[in-house]
T-cell receptor, first 115, second 109 residues
Framework: GAGVSQSPSNKVTEKGKDVELRCDPISGHTALYWYRQSLGQGLEFLIY????????KSGLPSDRFSAERTGGSVSTLTIQRTQQEDSAVYLC?????????????FGPGTRLLVL | AQRVTQPEKLLSVFKGAPVELKCNYSYSGSPELFWYVQYSRQRLQLLLR??SRESIKGFTADLNKGETSFHLKKPFAQEEDSAMYYCALLSGSARQLTFGSGTQLTVLP
């Protein structure tokens, strides 16, 4: 079946502008994750959704970052007033717990460049 | 707090030679460990997980709780194994993955 998809694949924006990144998880996967992959920080966890709720927002780097998930499916990550240090690849993953085993499947990422 | 360490940023071996990518972790609970691989211009994908005790593409990894290690091994490396390898620990109430910094493996002809 189809894997996790993300859009756009690339985004170039100017400092101070807002951006919205989209993630379509694998159908039926209840958990959804956002990660960020940057040169200086490696792969870091941002936020997690179980269904539509986000019980853990501790990974969001600042209050300029927010995310929502609707209908237990699509999620959007919004970055307000972007800064150059926000430049990174933003990865989405979805997972399903089955018989006590959980595997996260990753999307191709959105490469964000803030000028 | 949990931590995953991959001490080698770059690793080069010749085709047919054994390869070992090191991973050490720090976690107070019972660890669930994974190896993910990212081939050039492809998405991050699961290679194997310790709980399944599987061998994928000839790779194996054994969890050693005494040494807090989860090294990835393959007896005979192939050129198509060249990729970035990440060791990851599943933890926390959010069950998020904590990744190591990755090891870029290059298998030379």
């Amino acid at each position: 079946g189809a894997g996790v998809s993300q859009s756009p694949s690339n985004k170039v924006t100017e400092k101070g502008k807002d951006v919205e990144l989209r993630c379509d998880p694998i159908s039926g996967h209840t958990a959804l994750y956002w990660y960020r992959q940057s040169l200086g920080q490696g792969l870091e966890f941002l936020i997690y959704f179980q269904g539509n709720s986000a019980p853990d927002k501790s990974g969001l780097p600042s209050d300029r970052f927010s995310a929502e998930r609707t209908g237990g499916s699509v999620s959007t990550l919004t970055i307000q007033r972007t800064q150059q240090e926000d430049s990174a690849v933003y990865l989405c993953a979805s997972s399903l717990m089955r018989e006590g085993v959980e595997t996260q499947y990753f999307g191709p990422g959105t490469r964000l460049l803030v000028l | 707090a949990q931590r995953v360490t991959q001490p080698e940023k770059l690793l080069s071996v010749f085709k047919g030679a054994p390869v070992e990518l090191k991973c050490n972790y720090s976690y107070s609970g019972s660890p669930e460990l994974f190896w993910y691989v990212q081939y050039s211009r492809q998405r991050l994908q699961l290679l194997l997980r310790h709980i399944s005790r599987e061998s994928i593409k000839g790779f194996t990894a054994d969890l050693n709780k005494g040494e807090t290690s989860f090294h990835l091994k393959k007896p005979f490396a192939q050129e198509e194994d060249s990729a970035m390898y990440y060791c990851a620990l599943l933890s926390g109430s959010a069950r998020q993955l904590t990744f190591g910094s990755g090891t870029q493996l290059t298998v030379l002809p």
